[in-house]
């Protein structure tokens, strides 16, 4: 399977549920992404651990780089009564008014789930990589092609290809959800509302201040900061 729409994962979605699916994806592209990432456990992790795994993943990549992370998260899961169990994991895009260093994202996530000690005598969800077959993947079969997998997947996003759809693919589901951060500063499709809030105002006026720091900086992304929404004192 791929994200190109030629693959089965596409055309399996309900037709009710993919309307809504196409829909955000159309609200989503206008945003710069520069990344999607696909980030898995080496465990059978819990619901609310891998919640918490993400913002903190996201917290130490915006404190090593002073700088926001914009980002929508699906999160999904497939129970044993479907088949095989895959436990929780995410599909991300990712972007920023820098660049995202490729191996900053890896590494970053390799340290966080680090756990010395702590080993699965089976290997049964041991460095799985899910890339968008996960239909297909079993555990026999990972052992038998003796192939390496990974905690973490950075691949340069297409705007071309189906990510924001893969993204949200179980958004409708029960064992699916979904994130989002810094969407209205970095989506020129969202308007601040005529009476916004004192959080939003400040955080506009920030973002604003941020811009024009970085475009006088050398560690501008190129294509980035000319592609952000430009926002004034009140959006």
């Not at 994200?3 to 609200?27: C, F, H, L, P």
Request: charged residues 30%; glycine residues 6%.
């Amino acid at each position: 399977m791929d994200m190109n729409g030629n693959a089965n994962w596409y055309t399996s979605i309900a037709e009710k549920d993919r309307i809504v699916v196409d829909a955000t994806a159309k609200w989503l592209r206008p945003v710069p992404w520069q990344w999607f990432i696909t980030l898995t456990f080496p465990w059978n992790v819990r619901s609310e651990t891998a919640d918490a795994k993400l913002k903190q993943w996201l917290n130490l990549i915006e404190q090593k780089l002073r700088t926001r992370v914009c980002f929508v998260a699906g999160k999904e899961r497939k129970p044993r009564v479907h088949g095989m169990e895959v436990p929780w994991h995410f599909h991300l895009l990712v972007t920023s008014m820098v660049d995202l260093p490729k191996g900053l994202l890896e590494d970053t996530w390799r340290k966080l789930l680090s756990r010395p000690g702590r080993h699965r005598q089976d290997g049964h969800f041991a460095d799985v990589r899910l890339t968008g077959d996960e239909d297909n993947i079993s555990i026999d079969n990972l052992k038998s092609q003796g192939r390496k997998y990974d905690k973490v997947l950075v691949e340069s996003y297409d705007h071309n290809r189906l990510g924001p759809e893969y993204c949200l693919k179980s958004i409708s589901s029960c064992d699916g959800d979904w994130y989002f951060r810094w969407l209205e500063l970095f989506n020129p499709r969202i308007k601040l509302t005529s009476c916004p809030s004192h959080r939003k105002i400040r955080a506009r006026t920030r973002f604003a201040a941020e811009q024009s720091r970085i475009s006088r900086s050398s560690i501008t992304f190129p294509g980035i900061t000319s592609a952000l929404p430009r926002v004034g004192r009140h959006g």
